[in-house]
């Protein structure tokens, strides 16, 4: 028994561990299901600026995807976007890359924009959008060569260089925003969306 209503788990349309886990961890019923799109591409395609709109429509576009190739089931994608003022930031691609990164965010305000949808066969129900604000403190050289040194490739995967949830929560001198925005799954609109269609016990 789960919290989940349907007979079928719920999809996460990705490879994320952690989503997963915020899901798993919630009693919800949940198999994984990454979205093999082109995100960069769709993005430039839309011609968007805007980071909240872009996480929207990659969100979205994830869970179109995995839901028409699973018909008749639920399906939730989600993206993230991190802007330092208008400029957009990407996963580094190697150490350096996070290294210049973390230089750039150090003592400065990001905004983390974590966008959800729920799609189902082919159409999109829900998309929502929450902001965190992030506030770096002021990082030496030094500094920033030991956190690398510690956290490991894991910066990798990470839009910020940085999972808050490990030792990326050393960088940070403020925070402002929802845990879960933060981790990547805004899970409390998510649920008032699935309570709406009677799919959670709780």
Known sequence: MTIWRERQPLILASQSAVRKSLL????????TMPADIDERGIQQD???ADPGKIAALLAAEKAKFISVKNPGRYVV???QTLALGERLFSKPTDR???AAQIRTLSGQM???QSAVAVAKDGTVLFCDVSVAR????PLTDAEITAYLAEAGDAVLSSVGAYQ????GVHLFARIEGDH???????????FDFLRSRNLLAV
Do not use: K, Q, W, Y
């Not at 992030?134 to 403190?137: L, Q």
């Not at 879960?180 to 998510?190: D, E, M, N, S, W």
């Open 110 to 112: 990001h905004a983390l």
């Open 180 to 190: 879960f925005t933060i981790l990547g799954l805004p899970l409390l609109p998510l």
């Open 24 to 31: 798993v961890n919630a009693g919800i019923a949940v198999e």
């Open 77 to 79: 994608g989600a993206d």
């Open 134 to 137: 992030m506030t770096m403190r």
């Open 46 to 48: 839309s011609g968007l």
């Open 164 to 167: 808050l949830e490990r030792t």
């Open 96 to 98: 350096a890359a996070a």
